[in-house]
C-alpha cells in the first residue's frame, strides 16, 4: 500500500509525477528473510536436503520423480545372457539402432577404400574428394539401410517365436535369422535366397551362443 502526505492525484490537485516521487511504499504482512535461501551452490555441493521439499510438494515420503526398472528383465527361460533383455520392444529399437550404425560405419569404411583407388582422368585432391564422398555415400547408406532391415525382420521373428515358444534359446535365434535371410533374398531365386538363410542362420547362432558364454 502507499502512503503520503500529500493529496490524492486522482482529485487533480497534483502532478502525478511529484505524487509517485513522494509516496512511499510498505507491504503487509510479515516480512520475508532470504538469509536462508537455497543457492545453486548449495544444490551443486550436496549442502541442501533435498528432502526438505517434501513439504513444499506436499508428497511426503512419497517423492519418486523417476521410477526405473532395470532390474525387470524378460522372464522368459533362457533370457538371461550377457545381455539381458527387458522385452521385445527393447530388443527391437537397440538391436535395429546398433547394426543400422555399425552398417553405417562399415559402409563408411568400404567406401572410402573404393573412393581412394578409383582411377580418375585428372589427378586432383578435389576430384578424389568428391570421389571418395560419393562412394561414402553410396556404400554407407546401402549398408546401413540393408543392416537395420535384417535387424529388424530378425528382432521381430526371434520375439514371435520366443513368445510362441515359451523361452529363448540358439535354436530359436538360428530359426529367426533363416526366416530373415529367406525373406530378404526372395526375390532374387531359391539359391540366393538358401544361401542368405544359411548365413544368417548361421551369424545368429553364432551371436546367441557368444552372449551365453560370455
Same mark, same amino acid.
Given at each position: 500500500m502507499a502512503?503520503?502526505?500529500?493529496?490524492?492525484?486522482?482529485?487533480?490537485?497534483?502532478?502525478?509525477? +511529484?505524487?509517485?516521487?513522494? %509516496?512511499?511504499?510498505?507491504?503487509?504482512?510479515?516480512?520475508? @528473510?532470504?538469509? #536462508?535461501? *537455497? !543457492?545453486?551452490?548449495?544444490?551443486?555441493?550436496?549442502?541442501?536436503?533435498?528432502?526438505?521439499?517434501?513439504?513444499l510438494a506436499q508428497l511426503g515420503d512419497q517423492l519418486d520423480y523417476l521410477v526405473l526398472e532395470d532390474d525387470k528383465t524378460s522372464e522368459l527361460p533362457g533370457a538371461g545372457t550377457a545381455m539381458p533383455s527387458r522385452g521385445w520392444g527393447d530388443d527391437l529399437c537397440y538391436g535395429t539402432g546398433t547394426m543400422y550404425l555399425s552398417g553405417l560405419a562399415l559402409g563408411g569404411v568400404w567406401g572410402v577404400n573404393e573412393? +581412394?583407388?578409383?582411377?580418375? %582422368?585428372?589427378?586432383?585432391?578435389?576430384?578424389?574428394?568428391? @570421389?571418395?564422398? #560419393?562412394? *561414402? !555415400?553410396?556404400?554407407?547408406?546401402?549398408?546401413?539401410?540393408?543392416?537395420?532391415?535384417?535387424?529388424?525382420?530378425?528382432?521381430?521373428?526371434?520375439?514371435?517365436?520366443?513368445?510362441?515358444?515359451?523361452?529363448?534359446?540358439?535354436a530359436g535365434s538360428m530359426a529367426a535369422g533363416a526366416m530373415t535371410g529367406a525373406l530378404y533374398k526372395s526375390t532374387a531365386g531359391v539359391k540366393p535366397a538358401l544361401a542368405a538363410a544359411t548365413f544368417i542362420s548361421g551369424l545368429a547362432g553364432l551371436w546367441s551362443y557368444v552372449k551365453k558364454s560370455v
Open positions: 502512503s503520503t502526505d500529500s493529496q490524492n492525484p486522482a482529485s487533480g490537485s497534483q502532478d502525478p509525477a +511529484a505524487y509517485l516521487r513522494s %509516496a512511499q511504499f510498505s507491504r503487509d504482512g510479515p516480512s520475508v @528473510s532470504v538469509d #536462508n535461501a *537455497v !543457492t545453486a551452490n548449495d544444490l551443486l555441493l550436496g549442502a541442501y536436503d533435498p528432502a526438505k521439499l517434501h513439504p573412393g +581412394a583407388r578409383r582411377p580418375l %582422368a585428372v589427378s586432383n585432391a578435389r576430384l578424389r574428394i568428391n @570421389s571418395i564422398l #560419393n562412394s *561414402v !555415400t553410396r556404400r554407407g547408406t546401402f549398408i546401413g539401410n540393408s543392416a537395420g532391415v535384417l535387424a529388424l525382420v530378425y528382432n521381430g521373428l526371434n520375439s514371435s517365436i520366443d513368445a510362441f515358444r515359451g523361452k529363448h534359446d540358439t
